[in-house]
C-alpha cells in the first residue's frame, strides 16, 4: 500500500510541474519581451521635441545677430552726435548768437542759373528751451526790366530742368512757377534752407534780399549782389 501511495505523489507531482512549465511557457510566448509602442512612441516624441530646440535655436541666433546690429547702430547714431555737438559748440562759439530771441542771417548767397536764381540760407536763433520760431521768408529782387529800375517779389520755382544740377547758364528748359512767394519756417536754433526761384521774364537781377518775418513783424533782412552769368 505504501508503495502505491508513494507512485501515486510521484505521478501528481509530475502532472503538477508538468502544468506549471506549459503555464509559464504560454505566459513568456504571448508577452512580448520589450514595449515596442512605447519606444516608438519615445522616438517620435524626441524627434518633435529635437526640431523644436532647433527651431528654438535658428530663432535665437536671428534674435542675437539683430540686438548685435542694433547695438552698432546706436553706438553709430550716440557717436554722431556727439559729433554733431562738438560741431554745433564750436559754430556757436565762432558765431556767438546776438540778444536773447533774435534771429541772424548767418550766410546768405546766391546765383544766376538760366532763368532761374538758386539760393543757400542759413539762420541762427538764440533762445532758451525748445520752443520753436514759427514764421516765414520771402525774397524781393532788384534789377532792370525793359529798361527801367525794378524791384520784385520773386516766387518759388518747380519742375526743375535736369539741367540745373549742373549750374548751366545756358539753362532755358522748361520751368513751372508754384506761386509762393512766402516760405514757411519752423526751427529752434538752426535753419539752413536751399531753393529756386524763378527770374520773371525780361528783368535781369542786379541784387537780391532775404526778408524773415514773424506774423507782421520783421525780424531781420540781408541783401547780397547777384553777379551776372
Not at 516766387?155 to 509762393?180: F, K, Y
Request: glycine letters at 8%.
Amino acid at each position: 500500500m505504501r508503495g502505491m501511495a508513494a507512485l501515486a505523489a510521484l505521478i501528481v507531482g509530475l502532472a503538477v510541474g508538468a502544468g506549471c512549465t506549459w503555464l509559464f511557457t504560454a505566459t513568456s510566448t504571448t508577452a512580448p519581451a520589450y514595449p515596442y509602442e512605447e519606444i516608438q512612441q519615445l522616438n517620435e516624441r524626441l524627434l518633435t521635441e529635437q526640431a523644436e530646440s532647433d527651431t528654438l535655436r535658428g530663432q535665437l541666433v536671428i534674435e542675437q545677430s539683430t540686438i548685435k546690429g542694433l547695438e552698432v547702430s546706436l553706438q553709430q547714431g550716440q557717436a554722431e552726435i556727439g559729433r554733431l555737438q562738438e560741431q554745433l559748440a564750436f559754430f556757436e562759439k565762432l558765431l556767438p548768437p546776438g540778444p536773447q530771441g533774435s534771429i541772424s542771417i548767418r550766410a546768405f548767397d546766391a546765383e544766376v542759373v538760366g532763368h532761374l536764381l538758386r539760393y543757400r540760407l542759413l539762420l541762427q536763433r538764440n533762445a532758451a528751451g525748445n520752443n520753436l520760431f514759427e514764421g516765414a521768408l520771402s525774397f524781393t529782387a532788384q534789377g532792370m526790366q525793359d529798361g527801367k529800375a525794378t524791384t520784385l517779389t520773386l516766387q518759388a520755382a518747380t519742375r526743375i530742368p535736369d539741367e540745373a544740377d549742373t549750374v548751366s547758364p545756358a539753362l532755358n528748359g522748361d520751368i513751372s512757377v508754384e506761386g509762393e512767394s512766402s516760405f514757411q519756417l519752423s526751427f529752434e536754433q538752426f535753419n539752413r534752407s536751399a531753393g529756386w526761384l524763378a527770374i520773371p521774364e525780361n528783368f535781369i537781377p542786379q541784387s537780391l534780399s532775404v526778408h524773415i518775418q514773424e506774423g507782421n513783424t520783421l525780424r531781420v533782412s540781408r541783401k547780397i549782389d547777384i553777379t551776372p552769368p
